[in-house]
């Protein structure tokens, strides 16, 4: 309040000559010109955005193709997987089989081995009782024995016989044995070589699994920067309808001014001097179910809203990023929006990230001015695009939509057109009474 009335004052004081920055009064000729300027800044934004549009759809395009690339490769990895996979199952049988093989040659092995010490048990046992007692059959004594030379000749075959007998079967033993252990010597050389190719194949299967689990990732962030690039061109496309609307409505206020003007030279020629239009402004009332409206100041601004400033304009060290604007915070939960100074609404819209939104061009001593007025509560914009409005006149309630963490209205003034460098911000505090 303190603030306005000293706005005033000084507004007073230097007449009409200045507006807060200390600038001079345009002619009419200079205020047409700049806003054809304005016009101009415009139209060049609009061919710059058109060609950044067209480079994100490249961008998306040439995403989706790699985004294919890699999908044929992880298939093929799949495929490869797969077949590692089986043969890993197959070898893994094969080393079972081998194994049971084993154990049961090595019983064979045992059996044999047995059986060979039994009977050489035996032939020792026979051996020994021949020396020490001569035996139940004394082979000399069986050959002494012998009654004729023919019986000799017969009890010399069958000692021989006997002999025989129990060599070769000593030798079969033997030779069994040695089969049965050149066979396992065999076998557990093929044993180590199905080893050997089941950890080669596993090996192989870590290294595709791997390999497929980096295609994964790579495939994740193909896609996250392809939805990136989709919300990019959500924005260029946001800006661009803004830019468009926003022409429009410069056209409208050149418009205007023009008319205003010839008004002026025409009360001029009649020399009355009536300054009639001074604005009246609607202030409160109107607003359906507000419940707190500011005060219309009688500056060519005016505070937007109630509730006190909760983060002002400029870099934060909280978020470490640049605020472009001023946030006001709550007094009830349907504080009224009233558009800052006289204009021309040339958006009014739901945005991703300004939520329910309306920008509005207004025209100060010649000099263009865009407000920003973001997050109002969803179905509450009272203005349309194209809709003139009076400073003081209600626009809307102070909401959360959009990118905002609670009530607030996020304001933006710019000196100039509004465009998404937002290269014409500047600080409301000062201009805005009451900021
Ligand atoms: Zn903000």
């Not at 019983?107 to 081995?113: L, M, Q, Y």
């Not at 605020?323 to 709550?330: A, E, L, P, Q, R």
């Not at 009830?332 to 991703?352: E, M, Q």
């Not at 207004?362 to 407000?371: E, P």
């Given at each position: 309040?303190?603030?306005?009335?000293?706005?005033m004052?000084?507004?007073?004081?230097?007449?009409?000559?200045t507006?807060?920055?200390?600038?001079?009064?345009?002619?009419?000729?200079?205020?047409?010109?700049?806003?054809?300027?304005?016009?101009?800044?415009?139209?060049?934004k609009?061919?710059?955005?058109?060609?950044?549009?067209?480079?994100?759809?490249?961008?998306?395009?040439?995403?989706?193709?790699?985004?294919?690339?890699?999908?044929?490769?992880?298939?093929?990895?799949?495929?490869a997987?797969?077949?590692?996979?089986?043969?890993?199952?197959?070898?893994?049988?094969?080393?079972?089989?081998?194994?049971?093989q084993?154990?049961k040659?090595q019983?064979?092995?045992?059996?044999?081995?047995e059986?060979?010490?039994?009977?050489?048990?035996?032939?020792?046992?026979?051996?020994?009782?021949?020396?020490?007692?001569?035996?139940?059959?004394?082979?000399?004594?069986?050959?002494?024995?012998?009654?004729?030379?023919?019986?000799?000749?017969?009890?010399?075959?069958?000692?021989?016989?006997?002999?025989?007998?129990d060599?070769?079967?000593?030798?079969?033993?033997?030779?069994?044995?040695?089969?049965?252990?050149?066979?396992?010597?065999?076998v557990?050389?093929?044993?180590?070589?199905?080893?050997?190719?089941l950890?080669?194949?596993?090996?192989m299967n870590?290294?595709?699994?791997?390999?497929?689990?980096?295609?994964?990732?790579?495939?994740?962030?193909?896609?996250?920067?392809?939805?990136?690039?989709?919300?990019?061109v959500?924005?260029?496309?946001?800006?661009?309808?803004?830019?468009a609307?926003?022409?429009?409505?410069?056209?409208?206020?050149?418009?205007?001014?023009?008319?205003?003007?010839?008004?002026?030279?025409?009360?001029?020629?009649?020399?009355?001097?009536?300054?009639?239009?001074?604005?009246?402004?609607?202030?409160?009332?109107?607003?359906?179910?507000?419940?707190?409206?500011?005060?219309?100041?009688?500056?060519?601004?005016?505070?937007?809203?109630?509730?006190?400033?909760?983060?002002?304009?400029?870099?934060?060290?909280?978020?470490?990023?640049f605020?472009?604007?001023?946030?006001?915070?709550?007094v009830?939960?349907?504080?009224?929006?009233?558009?800052?100074?006289?204009?021309?609404?040339?958006?009014?819209?739901?945005?991703?990230s300004?939520?329910?939104?309306?920008?509005?061009t207004?025209?100060?001593?010649?000099?263009?001015?865009?407000?920003v007025?973001?997050?109002?509560?969803?179905?509450?914009?009272?203005?349309?695009?194209?809709?003139?409005?009076?400073?003081?006149?209600?626009?809307?309630?102070?909401?959360?939509?959009?990118?905002?963490?609670g009530?607030?209205?996020h304001?933006?003034?710019?000196?100039?057109?509004?465009?998404?460098?937002?290269?014409?911000?500047i600080?409301?505090?000062?201009?805005?009474?009451?900021?």
């Open positions: 309040m303190k603030k306005s009335v000293i706005t004052a000084v507004a007073a004081t230097v007449g009409l000559g507006v807060f920055g200390g600038a001079p009064v345009k002619t009419a000729a200079e205020s047409i010109s700049s806003l054809k300027g304005e016009q101009n800044k415009i139209q060049e609009r061919s710059t955005i058109e060609s950044e549009l067209n480079q994100a759809n490249d961008k998306i395009s040439n995403l989706q193709d790699q985004q294919s690339d890699v999908k044929n490769e992880m298939q093929r990895l799949d495929l997987i797969s077949d590692t996979t089986v043969k890993i199952k197959d070898k893994t049988a094969k080393v079972e089989e081998t194994k049971a084993i154990v040659l019983e064979e092995i045992r059996v044999i081995k059986r060979i010490e039994k009977r050489n048990v035996l032939l020792k046992d026979r051996a020994r009782n021949y020396q020490e007692t001569g035996g139940v059959v004394n082979y000399l004594d069986v050959l002494m024995g012998a009654s004729s030379f023919s019986d000799f000749i017969d009890r010399a075959n069958a000692v021989a016989t006997i002999m025989q007998a060599q070769d079967i000593l030798k079969q033993h033997e030779a069994d044995k040695k089969e049965l252990v050149d066979k396992q010597v065999k557990e050389t093929d044993l180590a070589s199905i080893e050997k190719m950890a080669d194949l596993e090996t870590q290294k595709l699994n791997s390999q497929k689990a980096e295609k994964d990732r790579l495939l994740a962030t193909l896609v996250d920067q392809e939805q990136e690039e989709h919300d990019h959500m924005d260029i496309q946001e800006q661009e309808s803004v830019l609307s926003q022409e429009i409505a410069i056209q409208k206020a050149i418009k205007l001014e023009q008319e205003r003007q010839a008004a002026a030279a025409a009360a001029a020629k009649a020399s009355k001097n009536t300054s009639s239009s001074k604005s009246s402004s609607s202030g409160s009332g109107s607003g359906s179910s507000v419940g707190a409206t500011p005060q219309v100041s009688s500056s060519s601004f005016t505070r937007p809203t109630v509730g006190p400033v909760t983060s002002g304009y400029g870099y934060r060290t909280f978020d470490s990023s605020h472009n604007g001023i946030d006001f915070g709550k009830t939960n349907s504080d009224a929006i009233v558009a800052a100074a006289d204009g021309i609404v040339f958006r009014s819209y739901l945005s991703s300004y939520g329910e939104c309306i920008m509005i207004s025209m100060i001593n010649g000099q263009i001015y865009t407000t007025y973001a997050h109002m509560v969803s179905g509450s914009r009272l203005v349309h695009e194209g809709d003139t409005v009076k400073k003081g006149q209600p626009i809307g309630t102070k909401g959360a939509t959009g990118e905002a963490a009530i607030h209205l304001f933006e003034l710019h000196k100039g057109e509004w465009n998404s460098g937002k290269t014409n911000k600080n409301p505090a000062g201009i805005i009474p009451g900021v």
